[in-house]
């Protein structure tokens, strides 16, 4: 099994930054594609962000590209997401994620909830307008 616990959300005016962090023990293997997703109340999880494996392939939808960076450090089997110019809109709980195996290699394969085997308990995001 592997564990990830989330933190660094918080509330922050719109314009802000704001850096999470995503800290991987247990059976962890630097081989695996990690990812981040939110939940907003009454919606679905969305996809935010992916690094794959070999950390040089980095992915985001249309709605944060250009305002954050997902990054990770192999050293300290952790996963970080840097938010750039908030928005009210991206208030949700931000969840870190690890897939099993080689699984993806496509965005369409990234986004998809079902492909990632592990997830963090989530960190709340609230960016007030």
């Known amino acids: 099994q592997v564990q990830l616990v989330e ?3 918080g509330l922050v005016q719109a314009g802000s930054s704001l850096r999470l962090s995503c800290a991987a023990s247990g059976r962890t293997r630097s081989s695996y594609a990690m990812g981040w997703f939110r939940q907003a109340p009454g919606k679905e999880r969305e996809f935010v962000a992916a690094i794959d494996w070999s950390g040089t392939r980095t992915y985001y939808p249309d709605s944060v590209k250009g305002r954050f960076a997902i ?20 208030t949700a709980v931000y969840y870190c994620a690890a897939q099993i195996s080689h699984s993806c290699s496509t965005y369409t394969c990234y986004v998809r909830t079902i492909e990632w085997g592990y997830w963090g308990q989530g960190t709340q995001v609230t960016v007030s307008s």
């Open 7 to 9: 933190s660094g959300g």
């Open 71 to 90: 990054s990770r450090d192999y050293a300290k089997n952790a996963v970080y997401l840097q938010m750039n110019s908030l928005q009210p809109e991206d």
